[in-house]
């Protein structure tokens, strides 16, 4: 995690924000060795709380998570399952009850067939997820990918209180 690391040090630049959320998804790529890695930060709106999706790393250019939303409505369990446990794994995520609103909007057209996604949050708060997917084939991730990704996270969420605490109040978002 030390590509997560050294990711930090753009905060302090211009495009500082834009560049590390980039950076963060493209060394979970090469982390996991996934087809496709994703930054979401969680938003609130008056229509409650969602994702949204603000970089994405993928083997193919074409497919790409950046922009999409997904909203606590619509996906209740996969929402509680992340703030209660901070870990959503889904090694077969086409025939997971919990994604199949993902399944024609998401899923089919991205050809994802496992997930494994992890809450990161600072002081507490839960401020976002990383996401790492599987395309063509399920995938069973392992206790030491979890694991790992938990570490991504805090490290995210510690830079990122770092920068806050830095001076500009700016967040991640």
């Known amino acids: 995690m030390s590509e997560l690391r050294a990711a930090a040090d753009v905060l302090a630049s211009p495009e500082g924000l834009l560049k590390y959320r980039q950076l963060v998804a493209e060394a979970l790529y090469k982390r996991f ?3 496709m890695s994703s930054l979401w930060l969680l938003r ?4 409650g709380r969602f994702l949204e999706c603000v970089a994405a790393f993928s083997e193919d250019p074409e497919l790409s998570a950046a922009g999409t939303e997904l909203h606590e409505k619509d996906f209740q369990v996969y929402f509680d399952t992340l703030i209660r446990t901070k870990v959503y794994s889904s090694p077969n995520a086409q025939e997971d009850p919990h994604l ?4 024609e909007s998401y899923l089919v057209p991205q050809g994802v067939q496992a997930l494994l996604d992890v809450a990161f949050q600072i002081n507490g708060q839960p401020l976002g997820v990383l ?8 995938r069973i991730w392992s206790k030491l990918d979890e694991l790992d990704l938990r ?3 805090s490290t995210i969420g510690i830079s990122i209180a770092r920068h806050r605490h830095g001076g500009e109040q700016s967040s991640v978002a």
């Open 33 to 35: 060795q996934c087809s």
């Open 44 to 47: 609130e709106s008056q229509a």
């Open 100 to 103: 199949a609103g993902l399944k």
């Open 131 to 138: 996401c790492i997917e599987q395309r063509e084939t399920p």
């Open 151 to 153: 570490n991504a996270a």
